[in-house]
């Protein structure tokens, strides 16, 4: 009776081993399919932000603000932003509520590092998705949390010198005035051409 218990217990075991494991492998799959997706389509939009380049700075205009705004959320819903992880989604946010207020000042020269720092964050975002600047570890992981934290406090600062309340922005009903999208802006690609052209 021992025995038939023990090999009971054993096969039991066994089974859960052999599920836990099957669950792991198909995370670790769909883990690698999203880091491939990633590397494809985060180059564009990380190209895309040199509009607003700290080194060298850039003779970014309302204009190019106004296209960057357009491209990103055409980024965004093109794909890109299927596979934001939620840390990186939002610093996209954060980049696109700072173009909204800085596209609705008069102050464009002043501003200029405001976008550009919110550039950088999202960025950031970017390369902390796909672990392109160090590997994970407990000790790296503590520190970026940290760095985080201060990240994400000078972020606040910025909003709240445009005048949004980051609490709003970041929970997403401090965003300003919808843009209608044209049916000509819903075919441009990132690079700015037409399907056609």
């Not at 494991?21 to 494809?40: C, K």
């Not at 965004?76 to 509520?97: D, F, I």
């Amino acid at each position: 009776m021992d025995a038939f218990v023990a090999a009971a217990i054993g096969f039991v075991a066994a089974a859960l081993l052999a599920m836990v494991n099957s669950w792991l492998s198909g995370r670790e799959q769909v883990e690698a399919g999203v880091r491939d997706r990633r590397i494809a389509s985060y180059p564009a939009v990380w190209e895309r932000t040199a509009v607003v380049s700290k080194w060298p700075r850039t003779d970014a205009g309302p204009a190019e603000l106004l296209r960057l705004h357009e491209d990103l959320r055409q980024w965004y819903y093109a794909g890109g932003g299927l596979y934001l992880s939620s840390h990186a989604r939002a610093k996209y946010e954060h980049l696109q509520v700072v173009l909204d207020a800085v596209l609705s000042s008069d102050e464009i020269e002043t501003t200029y590092a405001l976008v550009r720092d919110a550039a950088s964050y999202f960025r950031t975002g970017l390369t902390d998705d796909l672990e392109t600047r160090e590997r994970r570890s407990l000790l790296v992981t503590l520190e970026r949390r940290k760095a985080d934290r201060g990240a994400k406090r000078k972020a606040d600062a910025r909003l709240r010198s445009l005048g949004i309340d980051p609490r709003a922005a970041w929970s997403g009903t401090g965003r300003g005035p919808v843009h209608a999208v044209t049916p000509a802006e819903q075919e441009l690609r990132l690079d700015g051409t037409t399907p056609t052209g």
